[in-house]
């Protein structure tokens, strides 16, 4: 039986990082989209044969496109948690996540895991949750089965560490991730 091949767009991420390591330790093959794709190389080195590092912005079509060629399966864990210019909520987690999943079932990929947040919602009032949620909804009409994820705060033992003394109730729920 051949590897399948999963890609892992922002597979560089503090999320993405994680599903690359458990996607190669169920012996995946992994292709890492993300704009810099030599930070994928130092994450990860490059003697694996079955990771590659690929570079691909999600704002454009014909990279998604030829990135998603070929893999069985594919993640979307790109985030933008600060407007930049052309990079908006709305470009990035509307309009991209839309490419990826119009992309995935047009070349044939069978299935598609993507990244939201605690509380997507299309008619909330704030702008990001909003965006999330509609992200949402134009991800689950190019691709019906679509498995979405809606993780809350994420923290590593370090990091856990760090807010000890934060308010824990200023998180309205918070993921471990082993680190
Ligand atoms: N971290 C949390 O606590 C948390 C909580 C709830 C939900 N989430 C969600 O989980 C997902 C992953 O979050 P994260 O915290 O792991 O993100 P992150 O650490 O900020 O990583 C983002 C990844 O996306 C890539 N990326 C950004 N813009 C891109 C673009 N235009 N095209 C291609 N790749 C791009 C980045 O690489 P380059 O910059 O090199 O492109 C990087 O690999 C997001 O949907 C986020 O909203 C995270």
């Not at 930049?84 to 996540?97: D, I, K, L, P, W």
């Not at 047009?106 to 605690?118: D, F, I, K, N, P």
């Not at 909804?137 to 994820?149: G, Q, R, S």
Request: with cysteine; proline share 2%.
């Amino acid at each position: 039986m051949s590897i399948r091949v999963v890609t892992v767009f922002g597979g560089t991420g503090f999320l993405g990082r994680r599903v690359v390591r458990h996607l190669r330790e169920h012996e995946f093959s992994v292709r890492i989209a993300s704009r810099h794709p030599d930070r994928s190389r130092k994450l990860f080195g490059s003697d694996d044969p079955c990771l590659q590092s690929v570079e691909a912005d999600i704002r454009d079509e014909r990279r998604v496109a030829d990135v998603l060629a070929g893999t069985h399966a594919a993640v979307n864990a790109v985030s933008l948690y600060v407007e930049r210019g052309q990079e908006t909520f709305h470009s990035v987690h509307v309009e991209a996540a839309e490419r990826v999943a119009v992309q995935a079932h047009r070349v044939g990929v069978e299935r598609l895991a993507h990244v939201s947040g605690l509380g997507a919602d299309a008619a909330s009032p704030s702008l990001y949750i909003r965006k999330r949620g509609e992200g949402e909804l134009a991800v689950k009409a190019a691709f019906t089965d679509v498995i979405l994820f809606r993780p809350a705060v994420m923290k590593t033992k370090t990091l856990k560490r760090a807010s000890a003394r934060l308010d824990e109730a200023s998180f309205c729920a918070w993921v471990n991730v082993s680190v």
